[in-house]
């Protein structure tokens, strides 16, 4: 069993930076491809990016959903069991709920079906 925390989260106002942080605990997650999505209020949960299991770019590295790419930045320290999203250039409309995710597998995919762990989440707020 893999358990993961998220903190970090808070009221910014647009044009700020906020760094997520996704704590894992239990089993090891050095393996793991780990995934950032979020849920706005009466949305659907989105893919916002993730990172492979090795962390790596020469293999496989980090990949992020179009509308994050240049302002999110995901990154992990193994050794810490520790992953992190930097979100610069925050707007009104990056507000939700932030979840990380791990999956077993060693590719980062956009379903959040694929993945088999989940934290509790972290509200981020931006304000214009």
């Known amino acids: 069993q893999v358990q993961l925390v998220e903190s970090g989260g808070g009221l910014v106002q647009a044009g700020g930076s906020l760094r997520l942080s996704c704590a894992a605990s239990?089993?090891?997650?050095?393996?793991?491809?780990m995934g950032w999505f979020r849920q706005a209020l009466g949305k659907e949960r989105e893919f916002v990016g993730g990172?492979?299991?090795?962390?790596?770019?020469?293999?496989?590295?980090?990949y992020y959903a179009e509308a994050m790419k240049g302002r999110f930045t995901i990154s992990r320290d193994n050794a810490k069991n520790t992953v992190y999203l930097q979100m610069n250039s925050l707007k009104p409309e990056d507000t939700a709920v932030y979840y990380c995710?791990?999956?077993?597998?060693?590719?980062?995919?956009?379903?959040?079906?694929?993945?088999?762990?989940w934290g509790q989440g972290t509200q981020v707020t931006v304000s214009s």
């Open positions: 239990g089993r090891t997650t050095s393996t793991y491809t």
């Open positions: 995710a791990a999956r077993r597998e060693i590719t980062v995919v956009a379903q959040p079906g694929q993945y088999n762990y």
């Open positions: 990172i492979s299991w090795s962390g790596t770019p020469t293999y496989s590295g980090t």
